[in-house]
């Protein structure tokens, strides 16, 4: 026989569950107490990231029905919510939503609905991504330099190349200022086309 869980959560401490609880009652699942899992963490937090989520996760077989009030309490958006889905079904667990009217998001309806959250996943990741190239573009048309800061000046960077030029081995020159091999001979390597043609 199937075993019922719930999962209920609420994003502070001073929030209560109860509401949830209840109205997963009021559906007409029974729940042991030992299989109503709260918890009080922010939504922002991805499930798989929630210590009571990944509790229940280590409990639930193939199987078991996870019941829960809306699909937020699954995941903190589209994308993270239908990765949730997909592992549970994966396990062989059933998924019960009962503000999409109890609908078992693992039958087929539930999976139609899961291709609408799948969309809307997706278009969230390429809104993501093409924000984040937007912003990218904007900072460096404004002249900001991406990657790690030189380990070195430019001053002395200069005289890093007129040592070279005297013959003072890489090696020391890095003790001497304290750095890598690799950001001496990036120096020289930068700077072997200038040297040649001067």
Known sequence: MSRVFAYCRVSTIGQTTQNQSLEIK???????????????ISGSVAAKERPGFTKLIDRMESGDILVVTKLDRLGRNAMDVRATVEHLASIGVRVHCLALGGVDLTSPAGKMTMQVIAAVAEFERDLLIERTQSGINRAKAAGKQFGRPTALTKVKQVIVL?????????SDLAREFKT???????????????QQGG
């Not at 009021?26 to 899992?37: D, K, P, S, W, Y």
């Not at 890598?180 to 200038?194: D, V």
Request: aromatic fraction near 2%; charge should be neutral; charged fraction near 25%.
């Open 26 to 40: 009021a559906a007409g699942f029974a729940i042991e107490a030992q299989r109503l899992i709260e918890e009080s």
């Open 162 to 170: 007129e040592k070279l030029a005297t013959g003072i081995n890489v």
């Open 180 to 194: 890598s091999r690799q950001t001496i001979m990036r120096i020289r390597e930068a700077n072997l086309p200038s």
